[in-house]
Nanobody, 125 residues
């Protein structure tokens, strides 16, 4: 599985961005997809995850109510809509895929199967 993230950029606090992750290769209905981020000087952290069907999602407490994860299997793409952005959301965002997983598992398991390259999101105050 290959993951190609895009959509990062510079935005003012309170603004919005939409990240996209193009998925290629063989995928299965038991896969889960998600987004992680890593801020300067901090550890990588879970942001959000979605099931293959898109019916189930999971979010970190820090982004609940502001971020929305979705997927379009016809386009093989996962999205992360980020609203009401804060300076503390500044980070490199990574798209991640796990086999035989769920959105809830992605939020707690320390290991993940596939990582895309990151896309930088910078939120200015």
């Amino acid at each position: 599985v290959q993951l190609q993230a895009s959509g990062g950029g510079l935005v003012q606090a309170g603004g919005s961005l939409r990240l996209s992750c193009a998925v290629s290769g063989r995928t299965f209905s038991t896969d889960a997809l998600g987004w992680f981020r890593q801020a300067p000087g901090k550890e990588r952290e879970f942001v959000a995850a979605v099931s293959w069907s898109g019916a189930r999602t999971n979010y970190a407490d820090s982004v609940k109510g502001r971020f929305t994860i979705s997927r379009d299997n016809a386009k093989n793409t996962v999205y992360l809509q980020m609203n009401s952005l804060k300076p503390e959301d500044t980070a490199v965002y990574y798209c991640v895929a796990d086999r035989l997983s769920s959105p809830q598992s992605m939020g707690i398991t320390p290991r993940h199967d596939y990582w895309g390259q990151g896309t930088l999101v910078t939120v200015s105050s």
